[in-house]
Every structure is written in structure tokens, then in C-alpha cells.
């Protein structure tokens, strides 16, 4: 990741560097907290929670629509689970301390209450969203 005081070159020479070891380069020419992935994939989990507390949807059907429509072998909540919820939630508490955010201060009260205060925090303590080892992913007919 460039910043303003980072000489091109040497930019340049590590982006080489990386690839010549076989890494996969992923420049990032100015900062950015989070680099790419976590830029891409809180706002996903974050609107997935958003579908579960606002009783749009359930957890198998989001994550069945996600890996089914991207392609991914496993949904947003499998995700927050890998992740882990913890982390979930004190990204989304700062956001929601921050925003006043209804939706998301909606969204950290209810894993709170359902997740951290319970020590579901994910595949970690062997229960989140799902209870590990989860079938689901293994399991051709989920997808179906």
C-alpha cells in the first residue's frame, strides 16, 4: 500500500519482488484502512445481518442466495462465523457509536444479545450462526 511519502520506485520494486516469489501482488496506490478485501466484504456482512434482524430473510436462505449467485462456497454467515463474531461486532459497535446508525446500532444490539453474551461467537466456540461442524457446505442438496 502506497502512501504520500512512498518513493514509486521502491513501490514498484516490491510489487516485483512479490511477484517473483510467487506472491500475488494486490498494489493498493494510496491507503485505504481495510486494503480491499475488508473494504468489499463488511458492507456484505453488514447488509446480510441487516436482512436477518429486520426478519427479511433467514440465515440458510441469504447464504444459499450469496453462494449461489457469487459462486462462493460459503455465505455470509458462515463467514461471521469463520471471522468470528466478535470481530463483527466491534466493528459494527464502532460504526454504530460513531453513525447513530439505528440500523446498525439495531444490528449489534441483536448479536449482543444472541451471540456475545451467549459465547456463540462462531466456529471458534463450535456455535455462531451455524453449530460446528456445520453439514450445510458439504452437502450438494444445500445448494439446490
Known sequence: MMHSG???????????????????ALPLYKEQPGYILNTLLVPVLSLSLNLLVNGVSDVETIDKTWMKAMM????????????GITTA??????????????????????????????NKLGSTTGEGFYKYPHPAYKNSDFLK
Do not use: R
Open 89 to 118: 461486532y466491534n466493528i459494527l459497535k464502532m460504526e454504530a457509536d460513531t453513525t447513530k446508525d439505528p440500523i446498525k446500532i439495531k444490528s449489534v444490539a441483536y448479536l449482543k444479545e444472541n451471540f456475545i453474551d451467549k
Open 72 to 83: 462462493t462456497p460459503l455465505g455470509p454467515f458462515a463467514i461471521l462465523d469463520m471471522v
Open 6 to 24: 512512498t518513493d514509486p520506485q521502491v513501490f514498484d520494486e516490491v510489487i516485483a519482488f512479490a511477484k517473483a516469489i510467487g506472491m500475488i
